[in-house]
């Protein structure tokens, strides 16, 4: 572990863990908001387990959306189903709360490691709030997506290694039975894993882990190195054994094999230009790329910093870190990121599920970073908080955001600027830029919540309203429809058709009785139907619009976020 700078005003324990109380909250504060920082497939995924569970049946799996019923395995549809009372009880939080717990068990594990190679606590404060506090986890690890089991079921393995590496008396690669049990256990957990996201994510696993066990090795032999290869192939070939009984237990395996197996996986090793050229390009590599800033956001600085500490110890000290727990963290980083580098599409997403060690590396330095490390963070914080208040200030001019959440939007900005004034005239102190980051998290929470009060629901005649209807909305991205079904609870089918849309708005389709949802921008004028007096409006929301279309933000009205970021839908029924 390194030491602490001399003269640096350090954190008590206790006040990082209470620090780490505190971002706790601001993951659970807003977990059923409808605009929390997410992915579109979080709707889709929602969408397939509504209805798989409607059907009753656990296998297969039910979408109304073409070629995306099997999208991904089913183990991610069936923990929403058993949430939810077999979608009985469709709440958005309770869709996303297993993330949570997968998320406190990512946390107890890191801590529980490092304990036991540090014999302390501090360290593992550290490294639950570099992990919370990445841009990355906040906005994939709460919503209900892969990405919390992804780092839960993936990290057991490279967890046990490095658990038993800690001692002396465990260390080391062995032949036991017992240690071939321990890898039989570990490829059924690991199965788990895979049957929430994909068969292929044994590749880089196993590639990761294999060189993660010969890296702690003090001393290598060939004896060592087979029967590490050995039992990594075994753990394997039983992970991708639990993942393949989706295929045995589907009542349509063949509909499974051309939709997951051929599109969904297959479909990203090949691509239409030369491998090199998609590899060396930014269409093609520049998000994945981007991956240390995109997925810790704030905390970039500390990425950076951490980097020049690897490259300045690799180039001292080459291989001497060879059985430290460090060397054995950027291996299996190093090995994870070059595994995908094969397939022809990318993207920094693929990288989320190494957040628990770089949280850990970053842990064993935070104490002995440069003093610019965190004044850049709160200066970073200070900026983005900024931003968030002045969209604060606009969403308040239009009646979107109440007085007293956009004060507390603001209060948080003006905290963050005081806490970089004070790193710029005295010792500096590494927790403020955590605190810095967590304000920011706080601000944005502030914001997000603050628009998702009585607005955003659809306000009008709560009687007048589609229960067991066919209700007809605009073609959006994928699955987009399905946040209707929390904004209009029931028994409703949303059908997205824009030629349905634009004939019920124009008043040609006169079928009555017919429901319908068009989005509309502020003070936009009465539909067509409308003037001929052939619909009326049933209710209006305010609606925050989550994918800009190209055009929509320009030179003439960027400085004007209430004409592109915000937009009302309007609750239509045909006369």
Known sequence: MSSAQPDRPLPSTRV???????????????????????????????????????????????????????TKPPLLFWQSMVVSGWGHHWHLWLLRL???????????????????????????AWAVLCLLLSWGTFRYGRPYLTTAPEMFWFSLAPAWVLWRAAHSSTRGIHAS???????????????????????????????????????LQPQWSWRDAVTCTAQTAWWAVL?????????????????????????????????????LSVLFSVKGSGDYLAAP???????????????????????????????GFPMALWTWIAVWCLVFLI?????????????????????????????????????????????????AWHAHSIGVLPTAWALGVAGAGVVVVVVCVALWRSAVNPIHGLWSAALFFFGFNALMQGMSMARVGFEGNRSERPVADTVWVVEGFNGEFERLQFLLPGRNHFVPQQSKINALSEGTDRTSGTWFIVPRVLNAPPLACETLQ??????????????????????????????????????????
């Open 343 to 391: 397939p022809s599409q990318r993207s920094s997403r693929y990288l989320l599920p190494l957040m628990p060690a770089v949280a850990m590396l970053l842990a064993l330095h935070a104490e002995t970073f440069p003093a610019w490390v965190t004044r850049s963070t709160a200066w970073l914080s200070a900026i983005a908080l900024a931003v968030l208040s002045w969209l």
């Open 534 to 575: 052939t619909c009326e409006r049933m209710a209006v929301r305010w609606d925050i619009e989550q994918r800009l279309k190209p055009g929509q933000v320009h030179a003439g009205n960027w400085t004007r976020p209430g004409e592109w970021l915000w937009r009302q839908e309007w609750l239509m029924r045909v006369r």
């Open 98 to 124: 297993p993330s949570l717990v997968y998320l406190v068990g990512v946390c107890l594990g890191m801590s529980m490691l490092l304990h036991r190679w540090s014999g302390e606590w501090r360290t593992a």
């Open 239 to 275: 992970s991708v054994g639990v993942f393949a009984l989706w295929l045995w237990l589907d009542p349509q395996p063949q509909e499974v094999w051309r939709e997951f197996v051929q599109h969904e996986n297959a479909g990203k090793l090949g691509a239409g230009q030369s491998y």
């Open 16 to 70: 990082l863990w209470f620090t780490v109380l505190a971002v706790a909250v601001l993951y659970v504060w807003g977990i059923d908001n409808l605009y929390m920082p997410s992915n579109g497939d979080e709707m889709v995924y929602a969408h397939i387990a509504r209805l798989t569970a409607a059907s009753g049946q656990w296998l297969p799996l039910v979408s109304d959306l073409n070629d995306m019923r099997n």
């Open 293 to 323: 800033l995109l997925n810790t956001g704030l905390l970039f600085p500390w990425v950076a910093a951490l980097m020049l500490v690897g490259w300045r110890h690799a180039r001292a000290h080459g291989l001497a870190w060879r059985g």
């Open 177 to 215: 039975a017992s240690e071939w049990l321990a890898w039989t256990v570990l490829g059924l957990l690991t199965g788990l894993g895979l049957a929430y996201k994909s068969f292929a994510l044994i590749a880089p696993l196993a590639a990761a882990t294999w060189a993660m066990r010969l890296v």
